[in-house]
């Protein structure tokens, strides 16, 4: 296949599993024979192969198979309401949020929000948050002081590839870096 229609593929992947109710439960998963019917009707040579390749190389690590490999979901990223049973961690001392200078005003306003998402994203590096804002604009990462968000008794989460997620975090454990 070649390798923009499977980058094409993949985007289809990631809306059905993250922000698509047609097809996942409430844990998120979807049953792998959906998935193909799916991406079949854009794609008919489509195999189970394919599925797999592009789950194994995906750059993020956003998709997991379960253990028999007949269900797959998104680890992180949803916009409709699922519990993919994240784990609850003790974060860094300081996490990383990449975003745009646009927002800025607002997100010092009213703080990170997780706008069209379930969570806010964080970053553990400072390199990945800067990629992420550079999505977005002008690229700016926020310094997240993680520790005392814990000790006020603020929630995060890791997912399976790593992405730290909070559900809201407040202007004043936020600094604006470069
Ligand atoms: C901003 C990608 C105004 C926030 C990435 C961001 C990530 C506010 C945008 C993952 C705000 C939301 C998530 C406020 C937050 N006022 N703007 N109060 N609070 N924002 O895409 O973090 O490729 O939902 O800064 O790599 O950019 O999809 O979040 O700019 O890990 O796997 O509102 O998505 O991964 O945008 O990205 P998003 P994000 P995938």
Redesign the pocket.
Same mark, same amino acid.
């Given at each position: 296949m070649q390798p923009n229609q499977m980058t094409r593929l993949s985007r289809r992947l990631?809306y059905l599993l993250r922000h698509s109710t047609q097809y996942i439960d409430h844990h998120g998963w979807a049953k792998v024979e959906d998935v193909l019917a799916a991406l079949g009707e854009r794609c008919p040579s489509f195999s189970q192969e394919d599925l797999e390749e592009i789950v194994r190389t995906d750059s993020?690590g @956003?998709y997991s198979f379960d253990a028999d490999h007949r269900r797959i979901r998104a680890n992180q990223?949803h916009s409709v309401p699922v519990d993919v049973e994240l784990e609850e961690l003790t974060p860094p001392e300081v996490l990383y949020?990449g &975003?745009?200078t646009r927002?800025l005003d $607002?997100?010092f306003r009213?703080? /990170? /929000?997780p706008? &069209? @998402?379930l969570y806010?994203?964080l970053s553990a590096d400072f390199d990945t948050a800067h990629a =992420?804002g550079a @999505? $977005?604009g002008k690229p700016v990462v926020l310094r997240v002081d993680a520790a005392a968000m814990a000790r006020e008794g603020y929630v995060f989460y890791r997912s399976e590839n790593g =992405?730290w997620l909070t559900k809201t975090v407040p202007p004043c454990f936020l600094t604006p870096l470069a």
């Open positions: 990631s993020k @956003r990223g949020h &975003t745009a927002f $607002r997100i009213e703080g /990170l /929000l706008m &069209t @998402r806010c994203h =992420v @999505r $977005r =992405v």
